[in-house]
């Protein structure tokens, strides 16, 4: 056994291992402000299944840690590279392998960007549901990696809900390829569930068959604004007792309306408690059915209420609510300039009854540690995100914004909530993830990395701590 | 430590153990035909899940094997017992704990019957869809535990698919609750679904939360007939492929026509070589789209087609399918007298483009082996069961009725299809299973065995053969 390194480019090709100290700060982590990272020893670039399989092989024999890394959009610090550890950058498997219109499936490679593979299964009448709001950039393998949600949640699911099969690399370099391309199946274990979301410690996911669905029509989407937080939750509990499930059912409190104003000005009403966002994505079809939602948004209280005339109207309304991230990150940086200014995004998922409390529990939190906190998120699901935005260069602020953080986790689970709905564990949620599953969950999970990974090499310290 | 019995009657009330010879056969074995089953020691019915945690560590402790059961409904042997060991009857845990409207999901204990839930939530204005063809008898925690599917899953999916969250008894006797009651959660691996369809093999389950759906609809309904399979299946490709998702499409052979026909004869062209029921739950709304269905069907060859005028139409076509299973047991005690016909259900998904060439390729085994081989099923998701008719006291018969279930899964699994689409695995499938698993992935169904069950005490057997 030579070195690492030359172990590794005795099994692959020389440009598939990189060394450049800039490189390999710039795969240090992914998009979580807060989460501790390293600097890698170097980042392989695989090209394919085996070259994978091989990469693991040479870390299992030299006991060295493996990150698998996709486009590095998570916001939990799940990719986040540790001292020592070699990276693998799974962007170079990006091909979309086959798509199959009469099975409704797809097979791609990890790599695929996730508004690529829409865009392809679009072309032959298809959709691929899950839309995290990083679709632009995240990848299928990272979205499979994290069980990564979206907006149209609410009506299709996550991610896992569309997975059918997966080609994996094991802990030994092994590949196991398990689940199926038929629509049913329930044969044994069920393995590919056991590996999505599971953030990379169980194995390396080299290939994924995923499950589509007809094309909706067009959307249809009305806007709704109310001058308090509780009236804007009496509509969502309405809107969902009546029976409607919407395609995207929003909500975005003032601190987001104001930063997307501020962002890119689209008049949208600054004062307001909280604007909400409902789409039905049935075609003409839609019309009597918003109508029906539009009498629950109004009796609830809204002081505004605005239906779009046509599809490129609702995708206007849609636009705005995309630009919430950007616009936090904007916020940011204004209020703390060179810099210094950074987020922890939150993920709460409460039952859908439990909202308000939430939202009015985490108002007062903010107030009470003089942090300000941005609520946003897939209010139908009863997912939020409570931004914190911070100084990254005032340890005070930090401070209180971890604690913000604390206490907001601890609401939501005290809800009757889980400390994620749609952005996994990674770092930032590990000791919430111990706290909600409490110590037979915990041993449990621990007896799964144990069986699958008896090393401890595959992405450690993510999901669960060591036991 | 004393004897086993006397640890049990230590630690449970003593009406929960029950050793009365003719109860012990007659918690012998499921309905599995040809599956071995052996004499349990005991029968425990525990009451709560304190007393389940109770037998299973009398049980550790005495290293005796566990056996779950529930209604005993299953077709794969999963439920039988073997001799010597601890038959855990559910079916006292028969309490629904809750329905939440606003939440739209239920708590049930395991022993709750499929039906009993149904028609709770109902009144609700709510439906739970899976829906096995056991449904009056066969119990929710069974239906977890095979992942049990059914008519509906071509439009609503498998029983998986509901469950949110479980409380689950370890092999240790220790009580996991995972999962949860939001409609959204990623947290951590994902225990629920582990638990989903493994047969108690990994733990047994107390507690249930499931997903609920709004009601749908009344359900227009559609028959066609068709003078060869190849006709049927192109009519069902065609429905598939224009995109519409019935809430039923399922296929019966001539056998199966003439078996229900004997049974109880309500008119079916018993000339026919196979006819389809197609349904839609969306009420009046779906007049024009069955239309559209209709053209499909009579463009693909349908000899007759007949539209259900009402509900009440819809559901005498429905109840004729749902004989299909009755119709063939009465088959097999006609052709075969005196208790000795017996029926293999075989359990088969192949991709939705294959369903001519299985059909037409059971046809042919079953020519070739002089075995009657009758087909029905959910052709719109691609899972059908060849229904073997056997002579149970007559050994060439069983032997060639043997051939023909391992020749059709040779075919199902050639076909790119999977050895068990809803029935699940138990005895009747384990070779299988490893067939299409190959060796990594048995190798990794027996790490999380002995991950979760170091002692191998339950449900030892079922499933995956131990290593």
Known sequence: MGSLLDDLLAVLPADRVLTDPDLLSGHARDEADLCPAGTPLAVVRPQDTAEVAATVRVAAAHEVPVVPQGARTGLTGAANATDGALVVSLTGLNRILEIDPAERIAVVQPGVVNAELRRAVAKEGLAYPPDPGSWESSTIGGNVSTDAGGMCCVKYGVTGEYVLGLEVVLADGEILRCGRR???????????????????????????????????????????????????????????????????????????????????????????????LVALDTGDEAG????????????????????????????????????????????????????????????????????????????????????LVGVVGHAGDGNLHPVIVVDLADSSSLDRGRLVFDEIMRLGLALGGTCTGEHGVGLLKRDWLAEELGPVGVRLHRALKTALDPAGILNPGKVIAPG
Chains 1, 2 share one sequence.
């Open 182 to 276: 038929t629509v049913k199946g329930v044969a044994g274990y069920d393995l590919t569930r056991l590996f999505v979301g599971a953030e990379g410690t169980l194995g390396i996911i080299t290939e994924i068959t995923v499950r589509l669905r007809p094309a909706p029509r067009e959307a249809r989407t009305l806007v709704a604004v109310y001058p308090t937080m509780a009236t804007a939750g009496q509509a969502v509990s309405s809107v969902i007792a009546a029976g409607h499930v919407p395609s995207m059912l929003e909500l975005l409190d003032r601190t987001h309306l104001r930063a997307i104003e501020a962002y890119r000005p689209m008049g949208l009403d600054t004062e307001a408690a909280a604007m909400l």
């Open 288 to 371: 009597a059915e918003l109508e029906q939602i539009a009498e629950h948004c109004r009796t609830a209280g809204a002081s505004e209420l605005y239906v779009a005339g046509d599809a490129a109207e609702a995708e206007a309304l849609t636009a705005a609510r995309r630009l919430a991230h950007p616009a936090m990150e904007h916020l940011a940086t204004q209020t703390f300039p060179d810099g210094r200014g950074g987020l922890i995004v939150d993920d709460v998922a409460v039952p859908r009854s439990r909202i308000v409390e939430l939202v009015t529990g985490v108002e007062e939190i903010s107030a009470r540690h003089d942090v």
